[in-house]
């Protein structure tokens, strides 16, 4: 089974309206993480929002939530207010603490296309 | 500001002619991790090392190696380059080994064979 599931290839949003890209993960870890990486069409992979396994507030950084489901195993990143330089490809990925301690496994990744 | 630089850019060789791909970084960080990107995929870890301990995917191929002269360099090799090696490389850090540890990446070698 894969260990983190993006189901949307790719997704369109006007400008200034929310959306919402999916994720779900599957580990038997009690202790794990659970982070959004942005990749423009440059290249380099940033870092956007990062969810604790024990977390109980859904985590927000800015224009940025988590929408994290533990009993659904979901992670879903909310982007709200989209603009045009939110157009990129969107990573979801998982740290877990024991096994494959250490490592960062990601999803496939949604292209996101925000459009005028 | 700190960060993690990867040189060069884009780079070029020949099909079966070494090439070697260099990161460094200044933040400090224990770990190290090389990533391979084909279009449009999720990133595949190809090894990464803690420190100076070195750890090799099981389905990394022979071709690539690595080095890690000190906290701040690390060195991908590839051997004998085949078509199937062109790709971006990334190279990442994080502080620690943790689960709260977010990777930071440089900008990518995009390697091409000719």
């Known amino acids: 089974a894969q260990k983190i599931t993006q189901t949307q290839p790719g997704m369109f949003v006007q400008e200034k309206e929310a959306v919402t890209l999916d994720c779900t993960y599957d580990t038997s870890d009690p202790s794990y993480g659970l982070f959004w990486y942005k990749q423009p069409s440059s290249g380099e992979m940033i870092f956007l929002i990062y969810q604790g396994s024990y977390d109980q507030q859904n985590a927000t950084e800015g224009r940025y939530s988590l929408n994290f489901q533990k009993a659904r195993k979901s992670a879903n990143l909310v982007i709200s207010a989209s603009q045009l330089g939110d157009s990129a490809m969107y990573f979801c990925?998982?740290?877990?603490?024991?096994?494959?301690?250490?490592?960062?496994?990601f999803g496939d990744g949604t292209t996101l296309t925000v459009k005028p | 500001d700190a960060m993690v630089i990867q040189n060069p850019r884009y780079q070029v060789t020949q099909f079966g002619k070494p090439v070697t791909l260099s990161c460094s970084q200044t933040l400090n960080h224990n770990v190290m991790y090389w990533y391979q990107q084909k279009s449009s995929q999720a990133p595949k870890l190809l090894f990464h090392y803690y420190d100076k301990d070195f750890n090799n995917e099981a389905d990394t191929p022979d071709n690539f190696q690595s080095r890690r002269p000190n906290t701040s360099f690390c060195f991908l090799d590839i051997r004998s380059p085949g078509l199937g090696d062109a790709a971006m490389y990334l190279c990442?850090?994080?502080?620690?080994?943790?689960?709260?540890?977010?990777?930071?990446f440089g900008s990518g070698t995009q390697l091409s064979v000719l």
């Open positions: 990925a998982m740290r877990e603490a024991n096994t494959n301690a250490g490592k960062s496994t």
């Open positions: 990442a850090t994080s502080r620690d080994k943790g689960t709260n540890e977010k990777l930071f």
